[in-house]
Each structure stands twice: as C-alpha cells, then as structure tokens.
C-alpha cells in the first residue's frame, strides 16, 4: 500500500492543475497581444480594403464573403475587361442559368432587383440590385466560348463586411 496515493492528494493536485489552466488561459485573453490571421490562399472574397472608381462609380475591389457566388465560379484576370470587385469564370456554364440564380440570389439577401437579369445584343446578361439607401450592385454575365465570365461591381456605399 505505500505506492498508493490518497484520493485526497490526487484531487487537490488535480484542483492545483485545473486553476494554473485557468489562469493562463485569463492571461491570454489580451486583446494587444492578438495577431489576427490571414485570410486563406485562394479565397474568392478577399478583404474589402480598397476603392476604384469606374464609369459604373466608385466600387469596392473586392465582394464581401456573404454575396452569392454561382457554384464553381472560380477568379480570372484573363476575362477582365475593366476595373471590377470580381472576374469569375465558370466552365461552361449557361449566361441566362447564371443570371437568373444571381438576381434570384441578390432578391434573398435584400436586394431590390428590379427586372431580374436583362439580356443584352451580345447574348450575354445583366442583373442590377440596391439595398440600403445607395447601395447598388451591378453583375454582368457573359458567354465567352467554352467559359461564362461574370463581372460584379459592388458599390463603395456598400458595407465592406
């Protein structure tokens, strides 16, 4: 019996461990010291921090993690033709499906769509929103052979989160 611990000394040495992790987890907790971590490598929506004026207006350079995204939409400078929050290209892909599910997408988080999407003489779409007073998107979605391009504008007086 002497390599037998008493109950007792195992829980006070147990209370002992339990307080020390709760002391160094409230030493922790200290916001200076927090270093915020980077937004993951290829992440379509990078951090809203910079604004480009357009012929359209000023817009965001990039979309903020909640606008609806169509499903396999990945980034492309290659369709870029201008200043955009967003060059996406999806493979395949038809430009009217994709507009449709756009200002369908646009309408369920707020936006007022007026029209839903507009087809254009080039065969490609346009679909317009606004919510909140002055914030306005404006996506273009274009057949390009083998690839559909879709261009978001997200408006500057839009909330950058």
């Known amino acids: 019996m002497d390599g037998m611990r008493s109950p007792r000394r195992l829980t006070l040495g147990a209370l002992a461990v339990v307080a020390l992790a ?8 200290d ?19 910079g604004q480009t004026d357009t ?7 990039a979309i ?7 499903a396999g939409a990945t980034p492309s400078q290659e369709t870029a033709t ?6 996406l290209v999806v493979a395949g892909g038809d430009a009217k499906t ?10 369920s988080a707020g936006y007022d769509v007026n029209g839903g999407s507009v087809a254009l003489e080039d065969g490609s779409y346009a679909v317009d929103g606004e919510r909140e007073p002055g914030c306005q998107v ?18 500057a007086s839009c909330p950058n989160t």
Do not use: K, M, R
């Open 98 to 107: 994709i507009a449709t599910w756009t200002a369908d997408q646009l309408t």
């Open 55 to 61: 012929d359209w207006g000023t817009i965001w350079d």
């Open 138 to 155: 404006h996506v273009e979605v274009a057949p390009l052979g083998t690839v559909t391009s879709i261009t978001i504008l997200y408006g």
């Open 64 to 70: 903020p993690p909640d606008f609806p995204v169509y």
């Open 22 to 29: 709760v002391a160094v987890a409230a030493c922790g907790t």
């Open 31 to 49: 916001e200076a010291h927090l270093t915020p971590s980077p937004a993951p490598t290829g992440s379509l929506v990078p951090p809203l921090t």
């Open 82 to 87: 201008g200043p955009a929050s967003a060059n």
